[in-house]
């Protein structure tokens, strides 16, 4: 069809390989009815293409006017910035490109702003979480690699013992080991208890250890050990699966599990070390029931759960600094900030975030269960308990996002389409951790029984009270704004800012309950934290 705009141009019909098809063919009435037809589709195919030229243009200078208010955004005051999810150039979809730029822009921001956030308790070497405090002390070691130092976090012995019996384990475990390379970091741990190290209050101070390591030493995030001796081994059986994702390699000395599970450790280097003799609570018989474990969870995953379990013959609860080994079977290891596949189990200190995957705070429960894994374009969710939604990160570290992305379970797909770049999602997620190679470009929530969680109108009673704020195309809108299904991006965040979803609007399966099914319209279901309130998008033509 095109060749036949070449025969309008020059009024040459042997440049046209269809007119000289026609020439073939008897009959006047047939040979001008084509020639017609020709100059039809030959304009349509024009207006087509001129079409797109503009669209693309519009693209690109919206994606980089979402750079341009990003930058006006980070010059002001940040304790009088406005709500970065509730502006329009959060959710506009950016090129890859123009990720890296937005996300460096981020990253100098965020960082700047956790210097003088953590200077004072760095300099006074104690953090603070809530009324908990850390207390720690380091030594320095070797020479610094490019990419920045090792991190080695070391837990003391003790437990349910007085203030004064920790404070000397705490002493003398800051001088046990010499890496031959990194921090070396040793933290008083902020209570007496027996279970000192896996308490619920450790997570956020180990998190806030690690941004200062990172900030003020210029540590490697994805270089980062977490042992213990003795109650500091209880702790590295406990912490090392629970904050996996934080961890390059784990090891736990003298130490004994209780009831932690060692599914998590999928992605890690996990370590155990005990004396032979070391009969107190079981520990030694214990460690080879851990080696019985991974063994057993390697030879199923024969690309994860690297381990090495070690008992130190003849001797009992004080290894002589035989298990010092485990510092170099340590730093084999490299944290792997997207594996392919997780493994996602929730101990009595439940959390909602592990590596890519994110749920709300109602399925973070104890025993709650995830396995999830990425093959080329596909994520496929192979099992979960307790878990009714789960939103997935993406970065192009992990897929192409180039290309369309699709999620299954239990061979439903649950979504097939693009997943757009967004200055929103880089935030949330660099807020969320503070940490620089876990931030991620886009995000998709899905509901494990009914989809994809994509977008407007009432369906509850009182929904409208709640003010959902959704954007077309980057630009604010209400939930009664009438928008066609070719709307390049929807994006809808709920009454606390947080965003729910973003994308292109597609017409899906028809609605029930309330809509006719004969109106052919999608349908998406939103729900809040609470699991009370829900609320129904749906497409229909025109608008919503």
Request: proline share 5%; glycine share 8%.
């Amino acid at each position: 069809m095109v060749a036949c705009s070449v025969f309008e141009r020059t009024g040459g019909e042997g440049d046209c390989p269809i007119f000289f098809l026609i020439q073939q063919v008897k009959g006047i009435k047939l040979y001008e009815s084509m020639k017609h037809f020709c100059r039809i589709i030959s304009y349509l195919l024009a207006v087509t293409f001129f079409a797109a030229v503009i669209s693309g243009h519009s693209d690109a200078a919206s994606s980089s006017d979402a750079l341009s208010a990003l930058k006006t955004w980070l010059t002001g005051d940040y304790t009088q910035r406005p709500s970065i999810t509730q502006q329009p150039f959060s959710s506009q979809p950016l090129t890859k490109e123009e990720a890296d730029s937005a996300r460096q822009l981020l990253l100098n921001d965020h960082f700047e702003r956790k210097k003088t956030e953590l200077a004072s308790e760095w300099q006074n070497k104690t953090m603070q979480s809530g009324t908990f405090r850390m207390k720690f002390d380091y030594r320095t070691f070797g020479q610094k690699p490019v990419g920045g130092r090792s991190l080695f976090i070391s837990m003391h012995g003790g437990g349910n013992a007085p203030a004064a019996t920790n404070d000397e384990q705490w002493e003398n475990q800051i001088t046990l080991y010499r890496p031959p390379e990194g921090i070396y970091l040793s933290p008083r741990a902020p209570t007496d208890t027996w279970n000192m190290w896996f308490q619920d209050n450790v997570d956020p101070l180990f998190k806030k250890i690690i941004q200062a390591a990172v900030v003020f030493l210029d540590v490697n995030p994805n270089r980062v050990y977490l042992m213990g001796y003795s109650a500091g081994g209880d702790g590295a059986y406990q912490m090392g699966p629970r904050m996996a994702d934080y961890w390059a390699a784990a090891a736990a000395m003298a130490g004994h599990p209780n009831e932690a599970s060692p599914l998590n450790l999928r992605n890690i280097g996990f370590t155990v070390h005990v004396g032979e003799l070391d009969d107190a609570y079981d520990r030694n018989t214990v460690a080879l029931e851990w080696k019985r474990k991974l063994d057993s969870l390697r030879n199923l995953d024969p690309e994860g759960y690297v381990h090495e379990v070690r008992v130190h013959a003849g001797l009992p609860h004080w290894m002589n600094l035989e298990d010092s080994v485990a510092i170099p079977w340590m730093m084999r290891f490299t944290r792997n900030t997207t594996p392919d596949r997780l493994v996602w189990k929730q101990s009595d200190v439940p959390c909602t975030t592990f590596y890519w995957l994110s749920v709300p705070s109602s399925s973070a429960r104890k025993n709650n269960e995830m396995v999830v894994q990425r093959s080329d374009q596909e994520i496929t969710i192979d099992r979960f308990s307790g878990v009714k939604m789960v939103t997935l990160y993406f970065n192009d570290s992990l897929l192409d996002m180039e290309r369309e992305v699709r999620v299954r379970s239990n061979e439903k797909i649950l979504f097939t389409g693009m997943i757009p770049r967004t200055i929103g999602t880089m935030y949330t997620t660099l807020a969320a951790r503070s940490d620089r190679d876990m931030v991620f470009d886009g995000q998709l929530t899905v509901d494990l029984a009914r989809g994809t969680v994509p977008v407007a109108s009432r369906r509850q009673k009182g929904l409208m009270d709640h003010q959902f704020t959704i954007t077309i195309n980057g630009k604010p809108t209400t939930l009664n704004y009438p928008i066609s299904r070719r709307s390049t991006t929807v994006s809808i965040y709920a009454p606390d800012g947080r965003l729910l979803f973003t994308g292109p609007l597609r017409a899906g399966p028809s609605c029930r309950g309330d809509i006719p099914v004969h109106h052919r319209r999608g349908c998406l279901i939103i729900r809040l934290d609470d699991g009370v309130r829900e609320a129904t998008f749906r497409t229909v033509r025109g608008g919503y």
